[in-house]
């Protein structure tokens, strides 16, 4: 069996590497995202049920495209959507999360 010595250069190399694979991956993620999410897709990423999503659409909290009879929701939409009601965590005294 042979012995092989791994050198700090040789770790500071595999790093570069995997930082700039791992940066690629998350590049391309994003942009293979959709523009534009069907009903099915929009509960699930939201987590909310068909009548929640109905109620989005009717008060104005979500807009949507209807194209023959099918709803279309814009990602970015519902990008916004999330950051609007994102929540910063509370913490008590004894320093648990209270949301």
């Known amino acids: 069996m042979a012995i092989s ?13 995997l930082l700039e694979s791992i940066e ?27 009548g929640t999503l109905q109620n989005m ?10 194209v023959g009879g099918m709803l279309y929701y814009n990602y970015k939409d519902i990008q916004k959507l999330m950051m609007d ?6 913490i008590n005294t004894h320093g648990k999360d209270e949301r």
């Open 85 to 90: 009601f994102k929540r910063s965590p509370i």
């Open 5 to 17: 010595i791994i050198t700090k250069e040789d770790l500071q190399e595999f790093k570069t590497e």
């Open 24 to 50: 690629k991956l998350l590049q391309g993620n994003t942009s293979e995202q959709k523009l534009w999410l069907r009903t099915s897709e929009v509960k699930e990423l939201l987590h909310v049920s068909s």
């Open 57 to 66: 659409r009717i008060n104005g909290t979500l807009s949507y495209s209807k």
